[in-house]
């Protein structure tokens, strides 16, 4: 179904100085993607999606760890490339950011913004990018007499567009999307969806979906990882983590995304998200985990193939065991 | 019990700007019942923000304008009240809480001064009975360690820490009315589990009815013993809950149930494409009073939806629907 | 860079341009010089204090995915989006400027007669004034007329470039 391995993150770590301390807001992480695949990562305040988004666009600095991009000359370590060198990497990466308030400059108009990556990639001057520009906002779902237009004079939807039709000049192979619909209305985010499923459709891209919303990121993926305070707590393809989440995390994810057709009262949670400043010791989630036994709070978890295709991190379960309701 | 508890009639609310009165509700009416839930979902600009402020005039008067319309209360019109019974009526019989829990908790005073503020107000206690009782509320919203947090201040707490204070804070009266105006959109999915499994709790166990608002038909499902789906500032459709769902009586609610993903990924590479409403949600200040405010993206439209504002028509028991193409 | 604005910031300005008027000739340009080497603090702070909002605003974090380099960046989205209140600054800067230097001329520091200035019109009409006042009301009349009109263009152009 997917092609060759096209992004490779192997033990990343990124780190940040809060109030409070240092917070390790990605600590260890390691996933892969593949071409042309969809990848939903998932995760509430604090876990690190974010973060790890930037990460692979180099807007923050790894403190530890790999990010292999696959060039067709071979694998370039984007963690330890810097300014110049890493220049003629990010065209390879882009992103869609979450607030179409904000990702677009107020004071540049429609057609320049997107023209900006032609220029500074030089890809292409004056009438062709013009050229490109119309067909890009075409591909988009804009009409191109609105280059000349503000950004102020767009809705947050149209905006959204202005932002993927930016991060497709460069003619990437992954984009990166930073909750591309959280900011938008309901009616506007089924559009968005398909815009996006469409244009992975016919450029074959690979993207990863950061969201919270885990409808859509079921949806539009074709596999999940969950993160919990800066751990990947569980990855699985996208149908099985809906209907079979292994992890006690993920389980009380699923089950508070309230399905409409049935109407299921949640597993409950109890107790806050810890700070990610001081992380519970152990396997992180254990101060919330209605399974939690005495091991749990002194073992870290690793992420271990429980079904194929279907890595979860708890100390409790293993494939000869993988239901944790099983268990007392 | 067969009087409802809280209707609104005919409600008309505008803002009065520098280009004339901008309408933001045209024409609201809804009734809940004594002990009832009632959720209320819609987009931005479908006024049901609005409509809930007005319940208790909370919106400034310039430039609020409220134009006609019936807001009974015991039946008793509120809109009729004079300032010093609304003062009584808030807090006491009728509370609201909000979707930012900062702005209705005072910074600068502890959480038990402001919770007693309320209930030596509204019921009479003396300092140290409203202190207990204060405390006891706040361990009733699960808050742990209830009496030291009680003489803390809010911006100590995390956000679903303080959305559990000020409901709390707002059942410690036994309202008989809670409105609840997005109490859990800013907030993670599993604290938001935990926040309506609260309401759903302090709600079974007082008896207070409770008016909830949202965007979200999920949480609507969870909650509410009936739906209003509300578009442009007018009521689309009511129903009990279950109908609606199961036999959705409008375009626009049959367009939301089916834009909302939910698990239609079918996990072999192939997904079908998300059904979209088309266009962008309506601005109420350049509408045409003499269509259907939907028609623009309504894909049943037909030719009269655009002539002719359409009717309220019953489609089933206790099921209206504004739609021309509605038949019960 | 921004602790040597500190440290002139903390002299008292105006002292610090009479003891340069003091120790050097005093000229038009010397009174140019001096009324600039203070000038430019408030305004250093105020772009300071813009460009590091700024820099943490997506469509800046947006232009550099998008490859655009560091003097890119600051030409094509930090600075553009720093004008609005730097001109209006700017502008007020002028009156205040002006009245620096009637202040200056005023007291025989600034310039000297017979060339023009406001300062000293106001300096000569203050010796008249029992005979002739309005040697004196003239100067300071125009001259308020005229900084309460900066005033009032730099406020208009603020709020236009603030409503783009």
Redesign the interface.
Known sequence: ??GATLLSIRNLSVEFTAKGGRVRAVDGVSLDIRKGETLGLVG??GCGKTTLGRAI?R?NTPSAGAIQYFTPDGPRDLAQLHGETL?PL??H???V???PY???????TVGAIIR??LL??RIARGHDAEGRVSRLMEQVGLDPSYRRR?P?EL?G??RQRV?IA?AL??SPELIVADEPIAAL???????I??LL??LRAEFGLAYLFIS?D???V?????RVAVMYLGHIVETA????I??RPLMPYTK??M???????K???????S???PSPVNPPSGCRFHTRCPWAVAECSHSKPELVEIEPGHFAACNRISPERPEIESMA | MSEPLLSIRGLRVGFRTEHGLAPAVEGVSYSVRQGKTIGIVG??GSGKSVTNLSILRLIPSPPCEIGAGEILFEGRDLLKASQRELRALRGGKIAMIFQDPMSSLHPLMRISAQMMELTRLHLGLDKPAAKEHSIAMLRKAGI?DPARIADGYPHLL????RQRVMIAMALSTSPKLLIADEPTTAL???????IL?LIRRLRDETGTTVVLTT?????V??MADRVVVMYAGRVFETAPAAEL?RNPGNPYTR???R???????????K?E??????G??PVLTNMNANECPFAP?CPDAKALCREAPPPFVQVGPDHFSLCWEAKA | MMRLVDILYSLPTLMLIIVLLALFDRSFFLLLVALAIVGWLDIARIVRGQVLGLKH???V?????????NL?IIA??II??TLGPVIAYGLLTIPSMILSEAFLSFLGLGVQPPVPSWGVLASEGAQAMAVHPILLIAPAALMAVSLVALNFFAEGLREVLEH?
Do not use: C, W
């Open positions: 179904m997917n509430e305040s666009l807007l220049l990010r065209r990466i882009q992103m950011f979450q607030d904000s990702s677009l400059n107020p004071r540049m900006e990556p500074s990639f503000y102020r809705s939807g149209q932002g930016r000049a460069a209305d309901v009616s506007i985010q089924a559009q969806l398909n499923e469409g919270h885990l409808r859509a079921r949806y539009l993926a074709d393809p996208a149908a099985k809906g209907s009380a994810l089950s508070a995304v309230r399905s409409i057709d109407v299921a009262r949640p597993m409950v949670l107790g806050e998200i | 987009e931005s742990p995390s956000g679903g820490m993670d999915v599993t604290i938001q589990a935990l499994d965007h979200d038909l999920g949480v499902a969870g769902f367009a939301l149930l834009s909302i993903p939910d698990v239609a990924s079918t996990g072999d590479g997904r494409k998300l059904f979209q409403i088309p962008l949600p993206r | 605003e997506q469509y974090e947006a232009a550099r995915t998008i490859g655009v380099s890119g094509r989205h553009p989006n783009e």
